[in-house]
Nanobody, 124 residues
């Protein structure tokens, strides 16, 4: 059974930082592209970032480029999202996803697996 378990969410003031983690099990993690989506109340799901199986390709939404950094540790079956200079509009539930190899399927929303999500709240 595939599991993606997110952690690291919480409440932070604008301008602050958080680091999300996603621990994967039940799949050959090192073969998959992985990434993050977010969804705020009454808003559509939004792509945040993706990273290829090897870590060589990283893709970011324009709204987070320069502030967020995605990375992975295949030895630990874990993907990370370092979020700096957080803004109130970053408030959302953040979901870890896995699918394909390059991360392109993450951006398109055609991922195979998704975690339960972790809440990130940024106060102004």
């Amino acid at each position: 059974q595939v599991q993606l378990v997110e952690s690291g969410g919480g409440l932070v003031q604008a301008g602050g930082s958080l680091r999300l983690s996603c621990a994967a099990s039940g799949l050959s993690f090192s073969r998959y592209g992985v990434g993050w989506f977010r969804q705020a109340p009454e808003k559509e799901r939004e792509f945040v970032a993706a990273i290829s199986w090897s870590g060589d390709i990283r893709d970011y939404a324009d709204s987070v480029k320069g502030r967020f950094t995605i990375s992975r540790d295949n030895a630990k079956n874990t993907v990370y999202l370092q979020m700096d200079s957080l803004k109130p509009e970053d408030t959302a539930v953040y979901y870890c996803t896995a699918g394909g190899t390059t991360g392109a399927r993450i951006r398109s929303g055609a991922y195979n697996y998704r975690g339960q999500g972790t809440q990130v709240t940024v106060s102004s």
